[in-house]
């Protein structure tokens, strides 16, 4: 019974460590959504860039 419990936890720690990965890359300052924003800012004027 316990070995079940504790195969259960090993993977959802794995998965909380994953998702706490993922965050900390989307939004740390310099992170994923800074990209987005300097893409979003270049496509918003694109043809006209100057």
Do not use: Q
């Amino acid at each position: 019974m316990f070995s079940n419990v504790f195969t259960v936890l090993n993977a959802l720690r794995e998965v909380v460590f994953g998702l706490v990965i993922i965050v900390f890359l989307i939004y740390e300052p310099e992170g994923l959504a800074d990209w987005w924003r300097v893409a979003r800012a270049y496509f918003k004027h694109w043809p006209y860039a100057y």
